[in-house]
DNA sequence: AACATTACCGTTAACGTTTACAGTTACAAT
DNA sequence: ATTGTAACTGTAAACGTTAACGGTAATGTT
């Protein structure tokens, strides 16, 4: 493996006039720079990103956290994240934390070992970041939560109105002539819960202004974001009860799950139950009905992230907080039920 | 942040010491690793790894290269080999390539670049492999692909009989009834498309040696491993053999999207179609109808290469070749219509 | 002609580690 | 009392890089 060493003794200049020309630097004479350059590409040699590191105190790469990883909505962001990053011609490194671990924590820990100069929280619960973000010194971003309130610096965040997609939501619902609508969402004591909390909030709001019946413990049923805890809350919920008739999943995976459970339990989907979920994962645009859905924009949500954060990171710029739009997806998984009244 | 120094100086030994007591070295007295290890803990002190790396040369940590992320199947490989990391107290770093990425000439960059002591391949090429692996000088584990006709000592391989899972699933479906049956797999021009090959070659074989009626032309349609490649090619494929009663699609993407296009084209599944898919993706068991599909073990695919890896690293075990098994799963969406005649 | 300026280039210290080597004790053996 | 050994501990070089600094030669200015 070539060091710059070799490209200095290989090209007849010094280690410093190759450094020079590796990053660029004015000082260097034209024929110099073809020189040494020919070198490094007939060598194939790219510098030792370990030293690199070592030298420049902090400049490992950005590195993203995700947390709770079995979760399609998640991949698809960080799917859209890497692809901003190879376009700023920015490496990216990944760390997957449990859906229960202390992010900001780990964080902490990733930062003494590793100086990235910059991270990325892809989900996290604000209650960490209240307590110990004030430990973390590079620029970060705070995807799925909004950092407005905490006081912050060097903290951005990208998110989506929960709360408003989940009014927005129940208004649909309500739209299509449902009355008597379900919910399934994230139990408080799981780390996501926050977001659960924004979105049921919502929903309740609609109900109180509209004066709907609603009891939280008859129609209400937690669930942790997967096809499994969906499934079951479904089957519960519909137990507990049977005259609803529709439900609002918080997510797209618990509606898939869902839809499952509701089948099993001798119910059709949307004929006898209608369904409704949130986030907007690809699939609900093939799924068999469709599913009506909050979707929000990944796409923004993921560009928006990376760049504020390499905008942050070059020219000093000071953390934002970014609003994400989203659109009620209508979908055959809700059945209009007003004309049959 | 402490370093090295911070902690010498504040226990009053030498960096030395410190150094071997940080790296468990036998040669040092009970005390100073008592006085030493007190003084790292209460400045939460951790040897930054940059500086290791460097010195000891070629050892941060393995890399997962994943090829083509929008991918369920390897998100969940992704996610359970993690899992095995962790619990060996072994950091992992991961890198996306795009789908039509060389994988190996990317891997051969990061090893110049970031000195990995290991590396895994999630999907590739066997051709990328043949043609330029030999430069790559650390253990590698290739998953989802068979290395033991290549030439290589350091590379370990871990999959499944793609051609045998093929072959189990026409059977099952000829099981059922079905005569004319329709597949929807890879092309050839896309990199996974070796994979494709496998599976589609195992149908073939069960169509020649049963003398079924099948012709390339119009009973097979290509496709990616994504929903809407799969439902254009469902939609394509139906319109050219309106006659089959069944569809292999090779995989569960590949279904889930064309599933979408069979009720699009105005047919029912199971009913007018049977529909079977590869890989046993999760929620192949909570879709309705629940999907007939060729499950790997997806569990097994990922411990067995990080393993496998691990105790190369740690004890210079040669390579090995595994082929794990899989399992025909039976389900709703294929309809047993030999009754019918 | 003398000096200042520019443009380029080489040297070297530092980044935070690890490890070979060279001490320094303390104690047992002679 | 001397030597040998064991058990530790400190020192310093090295890993590959960057950047401050100093040096040299060529060119421009007076």
Same mark, same amino acid.
């Given at each position: 493996m070539a060091t710059i060493k070799d490209i200095a003794r290989l090209s007849g200049y010094s280690i410093g006039t190759v450094s020079r020309v590796i990053n660029h630097h004015p000082d260097v004479s034209e024929k110099a720079r073809?020189?040494?350059?020919? /070198?490094?590409?007939?060598?194939?040699?790219?510098?030792?990103?370990?030293?690199?590191?070592?030298?420049?105190?902090?400049?490992?790469? /950005?590195?993203?956290?995700?947390?709770?990883?079995?979760? /399609?909505?998640?991949?698809?962001?960080?799917?859209?994240?890497?692809? /901003?990053?190879?376009?700023?011609?920015?490496?990216?490194?990944?760390?997957?934390?449990?859906?229960? !671990?202390?992010?900001?924590?780990?964080?902490?820990?990733?930062?003494?070992?590793?100086?990235?100069?910059?991270?990325?929280?892809?989900?996290?619960?604000?209650?960490?970041?209240?307590?110990?973000?004030?430990?973390?010194?590079?620029? !970060?971003?705070?995807?799925?939560?909004? !950092?407005?309130?905490?006081?912050?610096?060097?903290?951005?965040s990208v998110t989506t109105d929960d709360t408003k997609g989940a009014r927005d939501a129940i208004e649909y619902l309500v739209s299509q002539g449902h009355e008597r609508i379900g919910i399934i969402g994230g139990s408080l004591d799981t780390d996501l819960g926050q977001i659960s909390d924004f979105r049921l909030s919502g929903a309740l709001e609609v109900f109180n202004r509209r004066k709907m019946n609603f009891d939280m413990d008859r129609d209400f049923e937690p669930s942790k974001f997967s096809l499994e805890s969906g499934y079951e809350a479904a089957r519960r919920l519909l137990k507990k009860a049977p005259d609803i008739t529709a439900i609002f999943a918080i997510g797209d995976m618990i509606v898939l799950g869902a839809i499952r459970g509701i089948v099993d339990s001798g119910k059709k989907v949307p004929d006898d139950i209608s369904v409704m979920g949130y986030d907007g994962i690809e699939y609900t645009r093939y799924a068999v009905p469709r599913i009506a859905t909050v979707r929000q924009d990944i796409h923004e949500l993921a560009v928006r992230s990376v760049e504020d954060l390499l905008w942050r990171l070059s020219y000093h710029r000071v953390a934002q907080h970014f609003i994400i739009d989203h659109e009620i997806i209508p979908g055959e998984s809700v059945k209009n039920i007003r004309e049959e009244k």
């Amino acid at each position: 493996m070539a060091t710059i060493k070799d490209i200095a003794r290989l090209s007849g200049y010094s280690i410093g006039t190759v450094s020079r020309v590796i990053n660029h630097h004015p000082d260097v004479s034209e024929k110099a720079r073809k020189d040494i350059e020919a /070198v490094i590409a007939s060598e194939n040699y790219k510098p030792n990103s370990n030293a690199v590191q070592l030298k420049n105190t902090g400049c490992s790469p /950005v590195t993203v956290l995700v947390k709770g990883s079995r979760n /399609v909505f998640f991949e698809s962001i960080l799917e859209d994240m890497q692809k /901003v990053f190879r376009e700023n011609g920015e490496e990216v490194s990944v760390a997957f934390l449990d859906e229960d !671990a202390n992010e900001v924590e780990a964080a902490i820990q990733l930062c003494v070992q590793r100086r990235p100069k910059g991270l990325i929280f892809l989900g996290g619960n604000l209650n960490y970041f209240e307590e110990s973000f004030e430990r973390i010194e590079v620029p !970060a971003v705070l995807v799925t939560g909004d !950092a407005e309130e905490l006081p912050f610096e060097n903290l951005s965040s990208v998110t989506t109105d929960d709360t408003k997609g989940a009014r927005d939501a129940i208004e649909y619902l309500v739209s299509q002539g449902h009355e008597r609508i379900g919910i399934i969402g994230g139990s408080l004591d799981t780390d996501l819960g926050q977001i659960s909390d924004f979105r049921l909030s919502g929903a309740l709001e609609v109900f109180n202004r509209r004066k709907m019946n609603f009891d939280m413990d008859r129609d209400f049923e937690p669930s942790k974001f997967s096809l499994e805890s969906g499934y079951e809350a479904a089957r519960r919920l519909l137990k507990k009860a049977p005259d609803i008739t529709a439900i609002f999943a918080i997510g797209d995976m618990i509606v898939l799950g869902a839809i499952r459970g509701i089948v099993d339990s001798g119910k059709k989907v949307p004929d006898d139950i209608s369904v409704m979920g949130y986030d907007g994962i690809e699939y609900t645009r093939y799924a068999v009905p469709r599913i009506a859905t909050v979707r929000q924009d990944i796409h923004e949500l993921a560009v928006r992230s990376v760049e504020d954060l390499l905008w942050r990171l070059s020219y000093h710029r000071v953390a934002q907080h970014f609003i994400i739009d989203h659109e009620i997806i209508p979908g055959e998984s809700v059945k209009n039920i007003r004309e049959e009244k």
